[in-house]
C-alpha cells in the first residue's frame, strides 16, 4: 500500500528556515505529480506548492511564491520543500500529497494519496 511520511517539521523563529522532506513507499513516485498542504488549527486544509512528475514544472500558492521552494529527486523516491522567510502565519500541520494518475502537473484538486503530515511552528 503507498505511504508518504514526512519529516523536518520543528519550532523556528520568525524569518527562520525549514527543509520538509517526504518520502514514499510501495509506490515509486518518479511519473505523479506531488504536493504539499498545510492546515492550521481551525482552518480548512490549504495548497502549498506543487509539482509536476518530471519535476519541470513547479507552481505556488501566492503566499509561497519568492520563499518556498518544491524539488523532487525521483531517484531517492523524495519530495522537498525549502521555507525561507517564514512567518508565524505559516504555522500548520504540512502535509505531502501525491496523484494517482501518473504523467499529472501536482495540481491542488488531483491528490489521492496524503501523508500524516509534519508540525511546523513559527514563533513570533
Known amino acids: 500500500q503507498v505511504q508518504l511520511v514526512e519529516s523536518g517539521g520543528g519550532l523556528v523563529q520568525a524569518g527562520g528556515s525549514l527543509r520538509l522532506s517526504c518520502t514514499a513507499s510501495?509506490?515509486?513516485?518518479?511519473?505523479?505529480?506531488m504536493g504539499w498542504f498545510r492546515q492550521a488549527p481551525g482552518k480548512e486544509r490549504e495548497f502549498v506548492a506543487g509539482?509536476?512528475?518530471?519535476?519541470?514544472?513547479?507552481y505556488y500558492q501566492d503566499s509561497a511564491k519568492g520563499r518556498f521552494t518544491i524539488s523532487r529527486d525521483n531517484a531517492k523516491n523524495t519530495v522537498y520543500l525549502q521555507m525561507n522567510s517564514l512567518k508565524p502565519e505559516d504555522t500548520a500541520v504540512y502535509s505531502c500529497?501525491?496523484?494517482?494518475?501518473?504523467?499529472?502537473?501536482?495540481?491542488?484538486?488531483?491528490?489521492?494519496?496524503w501523508g500524516k503530515g509534519t508540525l511546523v511552528t513559527v514563533s513570533s
Open positions: 500529497a501525491a496523484e494517482g494518475i501518473p504523467y499529472g502537473l501536482g495540481s491542488a484538486s488531483n491528490m489521492d494519496y
Open positions: 510501495g509506490r515509486n513516485i518518479s511519473s505523479y505529480g
Open positions: 509539482i509536476s512528475w518530471s519535476g519541470r514544472i513547479p
